[in-house]
């Protein structure tokens, strides 16, 4: 496994990104290891932290109390999970992590990947070779090295008729990305950073479709893009214990200090924290002026140095101008905490991306497949081949296209192996956002518990066909040899189907 950080997670670490998850995520509706997970990271904060008896005790304990998520916690504490999870399978020799690495080349045989190269910061290469190959890079940067067929941006709306699609393919149409960094509040302190080099452009910036400049409490609503403006109130008296994550009765976007906090201090003994501390992952610091995919290294580096400049900006003005319900400006006290994302910069380890390139798949996930404005909130599009299971909206941030906000209701979905399967590449599978979806439905099956499963099960496939000696394709197409690999998923814990619930 490589990593090019020194934190495995991805978007749950490197990238310092509460999950994103559905309102049953506390009975059904992920896999075995993912729930093992979850339940590590709560385990972690009742053994490592002095937290207040009542909310230790809670089977439910949300230590951020954020409103995004019912699990909201500090990224380093799922980096100490994960690498609990997988030290028994270090110990014993059959897992070796290789960090600092980026892919660099990929070695193609026909139809099969013969080889990864991989190289560090340092510029040393490493060629790694491997029956099967998984693509779990954030942004399907194999598919593009090896020449599988794959897609980025938005698909013409004549494709796969898709009611938001736009009327013709749009490539460079990929939603914003995000650096997104930790705060801590304290009063009567100064803790403001240099002025960024681009403040003055971000300042100003007014985007055409928002309602004033980027940097400011005035936003749409993602859902209904009706202007709305954002609280901000630094460590709020609120009980924590009385906070609810429900997303299917209320988004939790319009108070932002609670919306993704990642430590509650008062659910924990007095005087532990003098602070809570926020993520700020807000309209305000999405980025979508240049593609990150596919418009070539100039631009993306472009994009990633304007992308972190508009997180310092915001950091900037919250520091200094940012309007407070006293009347006056600035919040001097805000903390940049490099601590918690493990950066030099403060920032996160590495950007969040919403949308990877994704293979051109045996069967593609449209937005017919999934939208609750077509199928009915009790609709469902069941799949024979389904190997896990997911919830989300279809939410789709600002893009490089100039498209405002889409987030519309979705119906839980299923994973059909298909979306797994290139159509030509026999031994590369995806093993994140990069399978068979479309620009739109991507926009439900990026987030954390499903890009787990969807991991989880490239990994299952590719044992069971070793195993088998078969290939993806041939298990796949065959019902009786899926029927095989389905018992074995259903004995590892990977749900592949869902009760009656409704979409939101």
């Known amino acids: 496994m490589t990593e090019e950080t020194d934190w495995l997670g991805g978007q749950l670490t490197s990238q310092a990104v509460p999950p994103d998850e559905h309102p049953w995520v506390e009975r059904f509706g992920v896999t075995a290891s993912y729930r093992a997970l979850r339940d590590g990271i709560r385990a972690y904060y009742r053994r ?36 609990e999870l997988l030290q028994p399978y270090r110990a014993a020799g059959l897992l070796t992590v290789l960090y600092d690495r980026r892919p660099v080349a990929v070695s193609m045989d026909g139809d099969r990947c013969t080889g990864v190269t991989v190289a560090g910061h340092d510029g040393r ?27 980025i941006g938005a698909e013409a709306r004549s494709e796969f008729d898709e009611p938001h699609a736009p009327a013709e393919a749009q490539p ?15 009063e009567g302190e100064d803790h403001t950073i240099e002025k960024p080099e681009l403040y003055d452009f971000w300042r100003s910036y007014t985007p055409p479709f928002w309602p004033a400049p980027l940097i400011g409490f005035l936003a749409p609503d993602p859902r209904t893009l009706e202007a709305g403006t954002r609280s901000f109130e630094p460590n709020p008296e609120v009980d924590p214990l009385a906070v609810s994550a429900d997303q299917s009765a209320d988004a939790g976007d319009k108070e932002l200090w609670g919306f993704r906090r990642i430590l509650a201090r008062r659910l924990f003994a ?3 924290f003098d ?19 596919g418009a070539g290294q100039a631009t993306a580096e472009r994009a990633l140095h304007e992308a972190k400049q508009l997180s310092l900006s915001v950091l900037y003005w919250l520091q200094t101008e940012a309007p407070r319900a006293d009347g006056g400006a600035g919040f001097p006290g805000l903390r940049l905490r490099a601590d918690v994302t493990g950066s030099a910069d403060g920032l996160a380890k590495a950007p969040y991306i919403r949308e990877a390139r994704r293979i051109k798949a045996v069967t593609t996930i449209t937005e017919r497949d999934v939208s609750a404005d077509l199928l009915g909130v009790g609709g469902r599009t069941r799949y024979a081949d389904s190997v896990g299971v997911g919830s989300y909206r279809l939410d789709l941030h600002p ?9 519309v209701p979705s119906v839980p979905f299923e994973i059909p192996l298909g979306a797994l399967i290139p159509r030509r590449v026999t031994n590369l599978l995806p093993a994140g956002k990069n399978l068979g979806t479309t620009h739109i439905s991507n926009g439900c099956y990026r987030l954390h518990p499903v890009e787990w499963n969807v991991g989880e099960v490239a990994g299952e496939i590719a044992a069971h066909c070793l195993d088998t000696e078969l290939e993806p394709r041939d298990v796949q197409a065959d019902p009786a040899e899926f029927a095989r690999f389905a018992a074995v998923l259903d004995r590892n814990g990977i749900e592949r189907r869902w009760p009656e619930v409704r979409g939101y």
């Open 172 to 186: 460079l149409n990929q939603q914003g990305i995000t650096f997104c960094f930790a705060v801590s509040h304290h």
């Open 48 to 83: 490592t932290y002095p937290l207040r008896p009542e909310a230790a005790r809670l089977p439910d304990l949300n230590p951020g109390a954020g409103r995004v998520s019912k699990l909201c916690h500090e990224p380093r504490v799922a980096v100490a999970v994960i690498d």
């Open 275 to 293: 602070s809570d501390i926020c993520l700020i992952n807000w309209p305000l610091n999405d980025y979508w002026l240049q593609p990150l995919i």
């Open 125 to 151: 290469e490493t060629i790694l070779t491997g029956q099967y190959v998984l693509d779990a890079t954030e942004t399907g940067i194999l598919l593009e090295l090896g020449g599988v067929e794959s897609v």
């Open 399 to 407: 893009s490089t296209g100039g498209d405002n906000y889409v987030d």
């Open 270 to 272: 007095d005087g532990a």
